[in-house]
């Protein structure tokens, strides 16, 4: 295993359990101790996570992991997920994407969709995620709007007032958010409030809205809340959610496709 794939994986533990001890994440991935003190050590030095004695635990009370760390969890459902979103766009639609792990695949199923090769454009993308800009940019058929702000680090996209300038001069056919959660009661949330606030713009600047969130993120809340449920015309999950949980969405008014 590379160190990449270990820090992948410790860090998903960490998060998972909030606690973690040296022989327990030896045994887990099936390295030597030495190794795990060392990589928690480095970790450590890179604050994502606080050194305990014979272990760790997760930095600060309320944890995020950074996007970069995030890409391989539940990737074949969040593939499945981005492309039956990315069935819903009609060409020649103006789309809002928020950052995130499920909208970035969004993001690439859109971009290799046979019907979107050509047009002038043949998809207006607006988007706060430098990394979704930086990835379909090279699409000369694509009309790519960055929001301005502040680039956040865990998720790669522009928060502040900046932001709200640009998106108060816009209107969308269509937003798609990811969440970190999404509840009938609580609506769809972010870890912060600041991210949490442009997602909001998002919303009330489109005719209709889309949550991309695979069915662990359904029935969470998370600290910021980005609308209501009630503002959600349509939930795209995978196959392993519950149907009490779709017939509760379905009742809020919330149409569910599971993929």
């Not at 997920?81 to 993001?107: D, F, S, Y």
């Not at 699409?139 to 640009?166: C, H, M, N, W």
């Not at 442009?198 to 695979?214: F, G, K, P, S, T």
């Not at 609308?227 to 009490?244: I, K, M, N, R």
Request: charged share 25%; with cysteine.
């Amino acid at each position: 295993m590379s160190r990449d794939a270990r820090w992948k994986a410790l860090l998903e533990l960490l998060v998972e359990r909030g606690r973690l001890e040296v022989e327990e994440a030896a045994a887990e991935l099936a390295v030597s101790a030495a190794t795990i003190r060392r990589d928690f050590d480095q970790l450590a030095e890179q604050q994502m996570l606080v050194r305990t004695r014979g272990g760790a635990v997760v930095h600060g009370v309320s944890y995020e992991l950074p996007l970069r760390y995030k890409t391989a969890r539940r990737a074949s459902e969040k593939q499945r997920i981005a492309k039956a979103v990315a069935e819903l766009v009609a060409p020649g639609e103006a789309v809002g994407l928020t950052g995130g792990t499920t909208t970035t695949e969004v993001a690439r199923a859109l971009a290799v969709r046979g019907d979107l090769a050509t047009g002038s454009p043949a998809l207006t993308v607006v988007t706060n995620a430098l990394n979704i800009a930086n990835e379909l940019a090279v699409r000369p058929q694509f009309k790519i709007v960055v929001t301005g702000g502040v680039a956040r680090a865990q998720s790669y996209e522009l928060i502040g007032p900046l932001a709200d300038g640009v998106l108060g001069q816009i209107t969308l056919d269509v937003a798609v958010l990811g969440v970190v959660g999404f509840d009938v009661a609580h609506g769809a949330a972010a870890h912060d409030e600041a991210e949490a606030a442009i997602n909001r713009l998002l919303c009330e600047r489109a005719e209709r809205v889309v949550v991309a969130a695979d069915s662990s993120k359904l029935g969470r809340r998370a600290f910021a809340r980005i609308c209501g449920a009630e503002l959600v015309d349509t939930l795209v999950t995978d196959t392993a959610v519950g149907q009490e949980t779709v017939r509760r969405f379905e009742e809020a008014g919330v149409r569910v496709l599971a993929v």
